[in-house]
């Protein structure tokens, strides 16, 4: 079945760099669109980057553009999220998702906690 594991999350002080990493299975990753989104605390879940397949087109909410990159590794069944100049206001948990088969899969996400 379709699995997505999140990890790379942690505690970074402001203006800190973080990597999270998502490893997918169940499915030919290479096929279809990544994405990953987030909660903070007390917030609704938010999109924050989109990776397709097409030409490695991606899309970037306007609060992180410029910081984030979000890229895949098709051999290792991986989408990554390159994390940037990070802010308080970045705190949440981080999660991938995809839409298969008319589903749409999420992982159980990775907490990033951005403080002094």
């Known amino acids: 079945q379709v699995q997505l594991v999140e990890s790379g999350g942690g505690l970074v002080q402001p203006g800190g760099s973080l990597r999270l990493s998502c490893a997918a299975s169940?499915?030919?990753?290479?096929?279809?669109?990544m994405s990953w989104y987030r909660q903070a605390p007390g917030k609704e879940r938010e999109l924050v980057a989109t990776?397709?397949?097409?030409?490695?087109?991606?899309n970037y909410a306007d609060s992180v553009k410029g910081r984030f990159t979000t890229s895949r590794d098709n051999a290792k069944n991986t989408v990554y999220l390159q994390m940037n100049s990070l802010k308080p206001e970045d705190t949440a948990v981080y999660y991938c998702?995809?839409?298969?088969?008319?589903?749409?899969?999420w992982g159980r996400g990775t907490q990033v906690t951005v403080s002094s």
């Open positions: 169940g499915f030919t990753f290479s096929n279809y669109a």
């Open positions: 990776l397709r397949t097409t030409g490695g087109r991606t």
């Open positions: 998702m995809t839409y298969y088969q008319s589903y749409t899969y």
